[in-house]
């Protein structure tokens, strides 16, 4: 059986459910071939010529742009992603078939034709049982994202967990149901890929590295290759110190507005500025780079609040980014209800 997985590589060139789900078929004995969506899409799709081809999608953005790419094919089209999961709207007259949950027995509908992924919302509970993700297409330029501290660096991508302990109002991590789940591999998992890749660095993909659980920290303690992660703003001292002693090199992390009072009151984020100086501090004390995000367009934002944010823009160092808020309603399927 020959399966794609493809995706449109809005701003990275790498999808970790597809890669992860590549590599579950591919144990399975499956012709699996991961072709994301380009000026080659066609050409390539025509030449393997596959049973089924499977899209993965991240956001709404994502998800429109693939749809000129997926009609008028001879083999089914399915959809899925953490898209879908978060309650995102699709044609239903393109696919053949949708998976609003977690995908990772997706290898039972195509040995068995078990569609039960597909009628049910499944989760995967023990993710530590599940196979290192497929690498085969990755170079490791994917994730520079036009940082000078990153490029001409070896890039290679993991993921020690999924979810996050935090429920801000604007994140759509709020619309996944299951809570966070550690794998219990790390160590193992990190010492592989370095001895195969030999990285320059590890980009870690977790929405929010779990260095809040000593459990993790025992996992991760001793790690020598630098990397670069998703942490609060908010994290206690004792914690960033254990991720730059064991390997940080540049870290993202969420202010959303400069506002602190609105910050907290209306996007929900339990920052204080006093913490925001406190992280940065030592960040700068070790040399550690650090993207601030911030956010603009956001529900009953002033002109006050929005220049405050400009300010802190402006003046916090590191490498700044501003995101235009989106309304999580936007991708709804559904009026505002997450499916059950």
Known sequence: MKIVFTYYPAFVRYNHGVALLSSICKEQGMNIKIIPIDKMFFKKIES??????CASFVTVHD????LPFLSNFDCPVLAGGVYLRKGGYVDENIFSHICRGEAENIHSFFIYGDTTIFDKIQYCQDISALPLPDYSNVIGNE????????MNKKIIPYSHSRG??????FCETQNLS???RIKNTVKKDLKYLFETYKPDIFFFMDELLPYYSRLW??????????YFSYIRADIEEYDLKFLID???YACAFGIESGDEDYRNRVLGKSLLD?????TIGILKENNINYIPFFMIGTPDETIEIYNKTLDMFKNIGGYPTIWQYEDLKRSKSWDGQQQQ
């Open 48 to 53: 393997f010529d596959p049973d089924y081809i």
């Open 63 to 66: 998800y429109e742009l693939s």
């Open 143 to 150: 994730f520079d994202r036009g940082y000078s501290f990153l």
């Open 164 to 169: 996050c302990p935090y429920k801000c109002s």
């Open 178 to 180: 299951q809570g966070v």
């Open 217 to 226: 920290q025992t996992q991760f303690n001793g790690n020598k290759t630098r």
């Open 246 to 248: 064991n390997g940080l």
């Open 274 to 278: 006093a913490e925001i100086k406190r």
